[in-house]
T-cell receptor, first 113, second 113 residues
Framework: DAGVIQSPRHEVTEMGQEVTLRCKPISGHDYLFWYRQTMMRGLELLIYFNNNVPIDDSGMPEDRFSAKMPNASFSTLKIQPSEPRDSAVYFC???????????FGPGTRLLVL | AQKVTQAQTEISVVEKEDVTLDCVYETRDTTYYLFWYKQPPSGELVFLIRRNSFDEQNEISGRYSWNFQKSTSSFNFTITASQVVDSAVYFCALSDDGRALTFGSGTRLQVQP
């Protein structure tokens, strides 16, 4: 299997622009997770899905962030409008069950100027 | 509430030294799962081990070993004869009560040649 795929790997944008991050989970994994990693806050869980349904979005920082999973093989995390404090590495991960091993994608490094 | 504490922010050792990374967790559940991940300088998150709460046997994999002690709520990770390639940030994580992973703040290990 190719593992979790994320795109783009790097994104530089200007404040106020819309940013869309994409993730393809490992085939057969029913859970998909979005994390954000910053020096100040470490690894934070933003939201996770089970069978394409959002289960817990309590980690989403504010209404500017939204996530969707239209099918089992694709998810997006959107920031609109973006702000400099959104600069971080965003990871997507997937697992078969919520308590099983999560396998992480390579991450998207986002810089908002 | 679930919590994972990695008190060691940064450790520096010289190659071939043994090093232990500490992880202390808090949970009210009797069934839970503990994990270690490695994040090398390249940035990806690499799964190392998963252990359930009913299996207290120590685990050894090459130069890596893990000591799980429920009595002290600890899941420590030891690298024997450290190598420069072991330099990375190591994260301990916990999953309980059907929840997604809670990560510790990580320990940065620097192995000097």
């Amino acid at each position: 299997d190719a593992g979790v795929i994320q795109s783009p790997r790097h994104e530089v944008t200007e404040m106020g622009q819309e940013v869309t991050l994409r993730c393809k989970p490992i085939s057969g994994h029913d859970y998909l997770f979005w994390y954000r990693q910053t020096m100040m806050r470490g690894l934070e869980l933003l939201i996770y899905f089970n069978n394409n349904v959002p289960i817990d979005d309590s980690g989403m920082p504010e209404d500017r962030f939204s996530a969707k999973m239209p099918n089992a093989s694709f998810s997006t995390l959107k920031i609109q409008p973006s702000e400099p404090r959104d600069s971080a590495v965003y990871f997507c991960a997937s697992s078969r069950l919520v308590e099983e091993t999560q396998y992480f994608g390579p991450g998207t490094r986002l810089l908002v100027l | 509430a679930q919590k994972v504490t990695q008190a060691q922010t940064e450790i520096s050792v010289v190659e071939k030294e043994d090093v232990t990374l500490d992880c202390v967790y808090e949970t009210r559940d009797t069934t839970y799962y503990l994990f270690w991940y490695k994040q090398p300088p390249s940035g990806e998150l690499v799964f190392l081990i998963r252990r359930n709460s009913f299996d207290e046997q120590n685990e050894i994999s090459g130069r890596y070993s893990w000591n799980f002690q429920k009595s002290t709520s600890s899941f420590n990770f030891t690298i024997t004869a450290s190598q420069v390639v072991d330099s990375a940030v190591y994260f301990c994580a916990l999953s309980d009560d059907g929840r997604a992973l809670t990560f510790g703040s990580g320990t940065r290990l620097q192995v000097q040649p």
